[in-house]
């Protein structure tokens, strides 16, 4: 099976601007969560998606935002960008089973740098 | 503030050494979950736990969850350098809500 997949894998912004980040999960996999890690903070949850669905959301500001697509690929978008946003955004897929805690899977991330 | 603590932050032994790693919480969890993060990569689950007490190995891993489901340990016995990494734990809150500890960066000299 193809792994999690996350594109792109670098990106360059500069304050003000939007960005939309891309995450394909395991085939079969129909939650996806994403984090995002920094020096600073560590790994943290950004929200999680099920079934074309926001189920789980963590304490970030509205510019975070999220969507799932009938075929499971996510997407991420942050508007109005900050320096404090430069991170590793990582993207985890898990098959879920209700009542336990299922394997979550990561990509690589995608390391977004804001100027 | 981060809602699981590791300790130590940062650990730098010798071939061989043994090695124990921290992760406290004020919370419970339902289950606790270990990963190890390599340069470049996302993280790789290693082990979850889900029963207070619970104990599991891998090789020469050995992983332990709280009575109470607040904390966990991993210790490492005889660390190699492939053991080098970011290992972090991580508690499920919510079914599928993780929260991640800040993490320990393991570096073991051959």
């Known amino acids: 099976k193809a792994g999690v997949t996350q594109t792109p894998r670098y990106l360059i912004k500069t304050r003000g601007q939007q960005v939309t980040l891309s995450c394909s999960p395991i085939?079969?996999?129909?939650?996806v969560s994403w984090y995002q890690q920094t020096p600073g903070q560590g790994l943290q949850f950004l929200f999680e998606?099920?079934?074309?669905?926001?189920?789980n959301k963590g304490n970030f500001p509205g510019r975070f935002s999220g969507r799932q697509f009938s075929n499971s690929r996510s997407e991420m978008n942050v508007s109005t960008l900050e320096l404090g946003d430069s991170a590793l955004y990582l993207c985890?897929?898990?098959?879920?089973?209700?009542?336990?805690?299922?394997?979550?899977?990561f990509g690589p991330g995608t390391r977004l740098t804001v100027l | 503030t981060q809602l699981l603590e590791q300790s130590p932050q940062f650990l730098s032994i010798q071939e061989g050494e043994n090695l124990t790693v921290y992760c406290n919480s004020s919370?419970?969890?339902?289950?606790l979950q270990w990963y190890r993060q390599e340069p470049g990569e996302g993280p790789v689950l290693l082990v979850t736990?889900?029963?207070?007490?619970e104990v599991k190995k891998l090789k020469r891993l050995t992983f332990q969850f709280g009575d109470a489901r607040k904390d966990s340990s991993l210790h490492i016995t005889a660390a190699q350098p492939g053991d080098t990494g970011l290992y972090l734990c991580?508690?499920?809150?919510?079914?599928?809500?993780?929260?991640f500890g800040s993490g320990t960066k393991l570096n073991v000299k051959p």
């Open positions: 991580a508690g499920d809150y919510n079914f599928n809500k993780f929260y």
């Open positions: 919370s419970v969890f339902s289950s």
């Open positions: 985890a897929s898990s098959s879920w089973t209700s009542g336990r805690t299922d394997t979550q899977y």
């Open positions: 085939s079969g996999h129909r939650s």
């Open positions: 998606y099920f079934s074309e669905t926001q189920r």
């Open positions: 736990v889900v029963t207070g007490g």
